[in-house]
């Protein structure tokens, strides 16, 4: 068999150099989608559960302008709950914040985060997946296309004219079935080949990356039902609105006191020193009359 007739051959050539650009295509593609996670996860390290609440604007911020991440995050950030404080006064009339709900704390979804951040959105719509996959299939179906094409060709070189030209055209016959056959042999095994090598691939260039990615949003933010959060709400609210009933039926009692403390404490001494300044005065006035009426007698 001369192999290099063989390997020359057009239709095998084909299935080689599609071979070779699906190998080529899928490691570039795979390897700027696993950049892509390694810069994510990077970044989404740096924070914990803790400190959440206070550098949430940082990774908003970072989330919105990468391109890679911010169509699922603004999507996710729709889902999120924020806990909030109110104000509260309590017996000594000092000020004192509790949360609106005792069970939501930090930030947290209501959807659970690998709904937005998964193998789909992180890897597979990074790159044409659909072509990829199709590859295999590609190659496979050149087999047959190439087999097929090659006996048709084989067959109408045939010459019955006469016997030597019949017995050479039934020898280039064969060695064309030959060609026609490896076709075949080697477009299956291109197409095996191609299958396992995507799936390492994959596995060594994303998979790992993809998976801490999707646990670190996982524990980064807690997942609780809209419909859990909404009753934690409507009962924080009926407190308040309780205590609020009760401070305004006492707002009556506690403004006469704190009138009857105001007079105490400010009015009436201010009336005392009125009086006595106004006695005191009485009193500088009738000596000075005393005085006058004394001169006039002299006279």
């Keep these: 068999m001369n192999l290099a007739h063989v390997?020359?051959?057009?239709?095998i050539l084909i299935v080689i150099s599609t071979f070779i650009f699906a190998t080529c295509y899928t490691i570039k593609s795979y390897k700027k989608v696993g950049q892509e996670l390694s810069v994510f996860n990077d970044f989404i390290s740096r924070f914990s559960k803790h400190d959440l609440n206070f550098r949430f604007?940082?990774?908003?911020?970072?989330?919105?302008?990468?391109?890679y991440v911010a169509p699922m995050w603004l999507e996710f950030k729709n889902?999120?709950?924020?806990?909030?404080?109110?104000?509260?006064?309590?017996?000594?009339?000092?000020?004192?914040?509790?949360?609106?709900?005792?069970?939501?704390?930090?930030?947290?979804?209501?959807?659970?985060?690998?709904?937005?951040?998964?193998?789909?959105?992180?890897?597979?719509?990074?790159?044409?997946?659909?072509?990829?996959?199709?590859?295999?299939t590609i190659l496979?179906?050149?087999?047959?296309?190439?087999?097929?094409?090659?006996?048709?060709?084989?067959?109408?070189?045939?010459?019955?004219s006469t016997q030597e030209r019949t017995v050479a055209s039934v020898a280039n016959l064969m060695s064309s079935m030959q060609v026609a056959a490896l076709v075949s042999v080697i477009a299956v095994g291109a197409s095996l080949t191609f299958m396992i090598l995507e799936n390492a691939l994959f596995s060594?260039?994303?998979?790992?990356?993809?998976?801490?990615?999707?646990?670190?949003?996982?524990?980064?933010f807690d997942n609780i039902s809209s419909e859990k959060f909404l009753l934690e709400l409507l009962k924080e609210t009926k407190i308040q609105n309780n205590s609020i009933s009760n401070l305004l039926s006492m707002l009556p009692a506690n403004f006469k006191v704190a009138l009857n403390s105001g007079i105490?404490?400010?009015?009436?001494?201010?009336?005392?020193?009125?009086?006595?300044?106004?006695?005191?005065m009485n009193?500088?006035?009738?000596?000075?009359?005393?005085?006058?009426?004394?001169?006039?007698?002299?006279?």
């Design 7 to 11: 390997f020359t051959d057009p239709p």
């Design 57 to 67: 604007n940082e990774i908003d911020e970072w989330m919105c302008s990468n391109p």
């Design 79 to 136: 889902t999120l709950v924020f806990s909030e404080s109110v104000a509260l006064k309590n017996e000594n009339n000092q000020l004192t914040y509790k949360e609106v709900s005792s069970t939501v704390q930090n930030i947290q979804t209501t959807v659970d985060p690998l709904y937005f951040f998964n193998e789909e959105t992180l890897a597979a719509k990074k790159f044409n997946a659909k072509l990829i996959g199709t590859f295999p």
């Design 140 to 160: 496979t179906g050149f087999g047959p296309l190439f087999t097929f094409l090659n006996i048709a060709i084989a067959f109408g070189k045939i010459d019955f």
């Design 204 to 220: 060594f260039m994303i998979r790992s990356k993809l998976a801490a990615a999707e646990d670190m949003m996982a524990k980064l």
């Design 264 to 280: 105490a404490s400010n009015l009436v001494p201010y009336l005392e020193n009125l009086i006595f300044g106004i006695n005191q």
């Design 283 to 299: 009193k500088q006035l009738k000596e000075a009359s005393k005085k006058t009426d004394d001169v006039d007698d002299l006279f």
